[in-house]
Nanobody, 128 residues
Framework: QVQLVESGGGLVQAGGSLRLSCAAS????????MGWFRQAPGKEREFVGA????????YYADSVKGRFTISRDNAKNTVYLQMNSLKAEDTAVYYC?????????????????????WGQGTQVTVSS
């Protein structure tokens, strides 16, 4: 069982930056690949990006590539989402999620049904 708690959301102007954190409970954090998803009002939840267990490989949705960066600190049981050059369309509730298998390739990580554990979400609002 893994419990995930996101933090760092808030209100920011377009062009600004935010860093989200996702803290995980338990001593087996390093066995989980971690994903970030987001859901805007009236829309389906969408994949933002993911990071594999060692942190050496990341995957990003085209909509955030070059602007967002995912990293992790396995010693602190925490994964981060650094968001730069924010746009109004980035406004959403952001969720972190964990999956406990090893797989290579974007298709292993971009569907929410692949993830076993979810955080409660944190709101990000970008004003234009």
């Amino acid at each position: 069982q893994v419990q995930l708690v996101e933090s760092g959301g808030g209100l920011v102007q377009a062009g600004g930056s935010l860093r989200l954190s996702c803290a995980a409970s338990g001593r087996t954090f390093s066995r989980y690949a971690m994903g970030w998803f987001r859901q805007a009002p009236g829309k389906e939840r969408e994949f933002v990006g993911a990071i594999r267990q060692s942190g050496s490989t990341t995957y990003y949705a085209d909509s955030v590539k070059g602007r967002f960066t995912i990293s992790r600190d396995n010693a602190k049981n925490t994964v981060y989402l650094q968001m730069n050059s924010l746009k109004a369309e980035d406004t959403a509730v952001y969720y972190c999620a964990a999956l406990d298998y090893y797989c290579s390739g974007y298709g292993c990580y971009d569907q929410d049904s692949q993830y076993k554990y979810w955080g409660q979400g944190t709101q990000v609002t970008v004003s234009s």
